[in-house]
């Protein structure tokens, strides 16, 4: 036989083999049944969360910041 044609024939044995195993993969996974999930129910618990501040945050932001009004020296020049 001509090397060539041994050649083609090997490539062709290959293919036909992988092609096999690709079917029967196909049809083992199948027919394996999906597994069902189970549904676990989780229920929040209250939390306390420690504050680092004594004082709430609305008096913290009252007396930090103060309006500048621009007064008549600074603008009549």
Same mark, same amino acid.
């Given at each position: 036989m001509n090397r060539?044609?041994?050649i083609?024939?090997?490539?062709?044995?290959l293919?036909?083999? &992988?092609?096999?195993?690709v079917w029967l993969r196909s049809k083992v996974t199948s027919v394996v049944s999906p597994q069902t999930e189970q549904q676990v129910q989780?229920?929040?618990?209250?939390v306390a969360i420690a504050s680092p501040s004594a004082t709430? &945050?609305?008096e913290?932001?009252?007396?930090? @910041? =103060?309006a =500048?009004? &621009?007064? +008549? +020296?600074? @603008?009549d020049k």
């Open positions: 060539n044609v041994s083609v024939i090997v490539i062709l044995v293919v036909v083999i &992988a092609g096999y195993l989780v229920t929040p618990t209250p709430p &945050a609305e913290e932001a009252t007396g930090s @910041t =103060k =500048k009004t &621009a007064t +008549s +020296s600074s @603008t």
